[in-house]
């Protein structure tokens, strides 16, 4: 285990956990801990559970079966042995072990989720999980098993290991397995009671914690692209008047305003906000609608954070445990259609980002648009400058165009019938996960573009201070191109170390 940060632990408290927070557990090792409201919420909900077994009232999935069986009434003996028959019988995922920072996400979630109390999990299962999280455990769990109706195939791996039966991927992506890794950070397997098994599995926190982490990344990536699009104004010397405040109060299209702003903190001392500084009366639209481009992908990025928060600090269960009404309802909390929507919709206004990117860079390679030479190449009609890179550009585009297809409604034949619909979130999760690395190496071949635009049109000495700094740090990894030469690692490079790493986010304000 690497040490941890010095920021102080996340209270997961059932209510106010986000995406970012998320990301601060998931990837940057924060230690999280459960809440005290949270904690007493899940005992209260707990005492429900007690209650409602000594009655011997009919619970789905608690003296009831699962799916199809949940008319048929199981023998009181079974019922403790039945938690772990859940967990073994729906531990079906398959495909490729998902990434740690994705299941220390997900555990996050769970965590957050159970403190709600509508469960009815004995508490020692999130305190388990969060040992789990404490020690740098991440259990195996294949990608591919949900529907988006609850993620029972996927989650169920995460009870396999605790209960010492699955297996954790090591430091070194070894598969070890989990009894033997649990013996050896001191840990015993999970006690399961009734309900615990159906609690570990029947929930959406694998599509919740793999949206939140995507969600962040979603946001790295507009402001990444806003200081892109900041450069190529420059390097063009584009008209800014589509930026003016009056233009967005005329038609207040729903994040505009906002895309302008940052674009205009980004270009403020900016040479082109003077009376002479644009070259022309009207760009190509790839720049004349920056705003309203970026701005469509606020407003997707603020519905997508929306639908989130329900998933993440909601009760997805069924059945629900009401501890303050001491009932238990079945419920439909677990279809995600909402999220996946917001989901989808991330995705089309990124494609849109990437389609107008991709067009600022055929611009910048066209002399008579730039009055530059022609490709960005002082050599040319004998070098070939930027020209070649439009190819990957145009690959790329049309594999993001691909991933933003919507995802489909569909019908399921599940449980004889029973559960007949699905939404397929975690589908469109995982797209736009694939979708935002895409969108980042389009990004960074305009930025390489717009850094050479600016030389070549001789202002990089009187850049706008936020524009200054971005060029400057895509000059560290990316070198002015003179002789024609392969940009195939520099343009990794600038994925990497800045864009991936959020280097180009700044949003223009001092920081």
Known sequence: MTDRPTRDPIDLDGETLTPESIAAIARGGVAATLGTMARERMTAGRRVVERALASDIPVYGLTTGLGDRAGKRLPTEVLQEFSYSVVRGRAMALGAPLPGAVVRALMAVRVN???????????????????????????????????????????????????????????????????????????????????????????????AGRS?????????????????????????????????????????????????????????????????????????????????????????????????????????????????????????????????????????????????????????????HTDLPQTLSPHWPTGSGFAPLLKPAEALLAEIRQQACATPPALSPGADGVEDTMVDAPLAAKKLERLIGLVEQVLAIEAAMAAQAIELAGVQTVLPPAVAEAYRQVRTVVPPLDEDASMSAPIRALCTELIGSGALAGNGEPS
């Not at 606020?298 to 998933?311: G, I, K, N, P, Q």
């Not at 279809?335 to 991330?346: F, I, S, T």
């Open 113 to 207: 989720t159970l403190g709600r109390g509508g469960s009815g999990a004995s508490p020692a299962v999130a305190e388990r999980i969060l040992a789990l999280l404490d020690a740098g455990l991440v259990p195996e769990m294949p990608e591919t098993g949900s529907s988006g109706s609850s993620d029972l195939c996927v989650m169920a791996h995460l009870g396999l290991a605790l209960i010492g039966e699955g297996a954790f991927i090591d430091g070194d992506g070894i598969r070890v397995p989990a009894a033997d890794m649990l013996e050896r950070h001191g840990l015993q397997p999970l006690a399961l009671g009734p309900k615990d098994g159906l609690a570990l599995c029947s929930n959406s926190a694998f599509t």
């Open 212 to 368: 939140a982490l995507a969600a962040c990344d979603a946001g790295r990536v507009l402001e990444t692209a806003q200081t892109v699009a900041a450069l190529t104004m420059e390097g063009f010397r584009a008209n800014p008047s589509p930026l003016d405040p009056r233009a967005g109060a005329a038609r207040p299209q729903p994040g505009q305003q906002q895309a302008a702003k940052g674009l205009l903190r980004r270009l403020a001392g900016s040479c082109l906000l003077e009376p002479e500084g644009p070259r022309r009366l009207q760009d190509p639209l790839s720049l004349r609608c920056l705003a309203s481009t970026h701005g469509a992908g606020y407003v997707a990025l603020d519905h997508l954070r929306e639908a989130l928060d329900a998933e993440i600090n909601g009760s997805g269960e069924n059945p629900l445990i009401l501890a303050q009404d001491d009932a238990i309802l079945s419920t439909g909390n677990f279809q995600m259609p909402a999220l996946m929507l917001a989901l989808d919709g991330a995705g089309q206004a990124l494609a849109h980002i990437a389609t107008a990117s991709t067009g600022r860079c055929a611009r910048l390679l066209t002399g008579r």
